[in-house]
């Protein structure tokens, strides 16, 4: 059974830093990209981040480039993405998930076979 279950949102201050965990379990962690995905109320999800299987390439949209940084664990099976400098226009529910087939387009959602239930990040004083 597939698993995706990811921890670390919260609310922090502006400029602050939070740090995601998605851990997964049931399907081969190897041979998946994982990629980190974002939706704020009333907006569609979009993608933030993506790590190619053996982290062999990394993906960030511009929005948060400098400042979010992917990193994958193979022998734990986790993914983490370090947010630094959160800034008004990052709260969202954040979800974690698996492709099998990326092709060239990380950032879409529909190459994407599994996901988490999604983790609210709050960004506020």
């Known amino acids: 059974q597939v698993q995706i279950v990811e921890s670390g949102g919260g609310l922090v201050q502006p400029g602050g830093s939070l740090r995601l965990s998605c851990k997964t379990s049931?399907?081969?962690?190897?041979?998946?990209?994982i990629g980190w995905f974002r939706q704020a109320p009333g907006k569609e999800r979009e993608g933030v981040s993506c790590?190619?299987?053996?982290?062999?390439?990394?993906y960030y949209a511009d929005s948060v480039k400098g400042r979010f940084t992917i990193s994958r664990d193979d022998d734990e099976s986790m993914v983490y993405l370090q947010m630094n400098n959160l800034k008004p226009e990052d709260p969202a529910v954040y979800y974690c998930?698996?492709?099998?087939?990326?092709?060239?387009?990380?950032?879409?959602?529909?190459?994407?076979?599994?996901w988490g239930h999604g983790i609210q990040v709050t960004v506020s004083s």
């Open positions: 998930a698996a492709s099998w087939a990326l092709g060239s387009t990380w950032d879409n959602a529909a190459k994407y076979n599994y």
């Open positions: 049931g399907f081969p962690f190897d041979d998946y990209a």
């Open positions: 790590a190619s299987s053996s982290e062999l390439s990394k």
